[in-house]
Nanobody, 121 residues
């Protein structure tokens, strides 16, 4: 099995910065894409940013220019640097990964437990 563990969530004032981390562990052969999603109270989970194994990135329009996703393939870890945080960035942030495990089976619906980001005025 593959597990994801997020960290780095905190309470921060508007305009501040946070860096989230997500590490994958378990029977991993390879990880293709990794991504960050968020879910605010009463809203659906939405994609924030994603990155492929070769570094291609994709961002939600609402975070372009403020957030940056990166990954360390050797550590199976993905990061989300969040700058100029806004009140509307408040949410639980989840990590997602897709790839192939050491048994040769593809996985795509692996999620972490989430980390809370609260932006206050």
């Amino acid at each position: 099995q593959v597990q994801l563990v997020e960290s780095g969530g905190d309470r921060v004032q508007a305009g501040g910065s946070l860096r989230l981390s997500c590490s994958a562990s378990g029977r991993i052969f390879s990880i293709n894409a990794m991504g960050w999603y968020r879910q605010a109270p009463g809203k659906q989970r939405e994609l924030v940013a994603s990155i492929t194994s070769v570094g291609s990135t994709n961002y939600a329009d609402s975070v372009k220019g403020r957030f940056s996703i990166s990954r360390d393939n050797a550590k199976n870890t993905v990061y989300l640097q969040m700058n100029s945080l806004k009140l509307e960035d408040t949410a639980v942030y989840y990590c997602n990964a897709e790839g192939r495990d050491s048994y040769g089976f593809d996985f795509a619906d692996v999620w972490g437990q989430g980390t809370q980001v609260t932006v206050s005025s």
